[in-house]
T-cell receptor
């Protein structure tokens, strides 16, 4: 089966610019997650969607980050304006349903460098 | 909130030696624990998961982990390391909203 697709693979921008990342989850997966992975650290949850509704965005810096999941399938994550500390890999993951033993499937991520 | 702590950010073993990667959890409820592996420039892949069915969990590529409630641990082991095991390993626990909370990761280096 096709995995979680993310694009672009790499992005380099200057601080204060805007950037957007795209994610296409595995077909039929209702739950979608965006994680931020800073170099040398574990992934940190930014936002979680169930279909097109937000389940948890408590760790999303809402003054500069936004995300949407229109029609409950694809999702975009936007940063505006970017800061140096936003340099990280942004991972998208999806799962079939919200249960305790359900595993998450991860995309390869988008590596963002803010100069 | 549920959390995990991985002891040792870097572990180095010789090829053929035992691999032991440590993970301790903090949870107010019975935890659901996972180990993921991340190879360079790739996404995270599930190695194994603990869901209370059995305390010894076998995963892919010869890895296994044992859940010890008395020690709040879920250490990952492999009897004999291969060069291809060199990667970043993450322990994670399901949080109340069903998302995963990850540890900081352990980088495994395998030397010839």
């Amino acid at each position: 089966e096709a995995g979680v697709a993310q694009s672009p693979r790499y992005k380099i921008i200057e601080k204060r610019q805007s950037v957007a990342f795209w994610c296409n989850p595995i077909s039929g997966h209702a739950t979608l997650y965006w994680y931020q992975q800073i170099l040398g650290q574990g992934p940190k949850l930014l936002i979680q969607f169930q279909n097109n509704g937000v389940v948890d965005d408590s760790q999303l810096p809402k003054d500069r980050f936004s995300a949407e999941r229109l029609k409950g399938v694809d999702s975009t994550l936007k940063i505006q304006p970017a800061k140096l500390e936003d340099s990280a890999v942004y991972l998208c993951a999806s799962s079939l349903e919200q249960v305790w033993n359900e595993k998450l499937f991860f995309g390869s991520g988008t590596q963002l460098s803010v100069l | 909130a549920q959390s995990v702590t991985q002891l040792g950010s870097h572990v180095s073993v010789s090829e053929g030696a035992l691999v032991l990667l440590r993970c301790n959890y903090s949870s107010s409820v019975p935890p659901y624990l996972f180990w993921y592996v991340q190879y360079p420039n790739q996404g995270l892949q599930l190695l194994l998961k603990y869901t209370s069915a059995a305390t010894l969990v076998k995963g892919i590529n010869g890895f296994e982990a044992e859940f010890k409630k008395s020690e709040t641990s879920f250490h990952l082991t492999k009897p004999s390391a291969h060069m291809s095991d060199a990667a970043e390993y993450f322990c994670a626990v399901k949080d109340s909203g069903y998302a995963l909370n990850f540890g900081k990761g352990t980088s495994l280096l395998v030397t010839p």
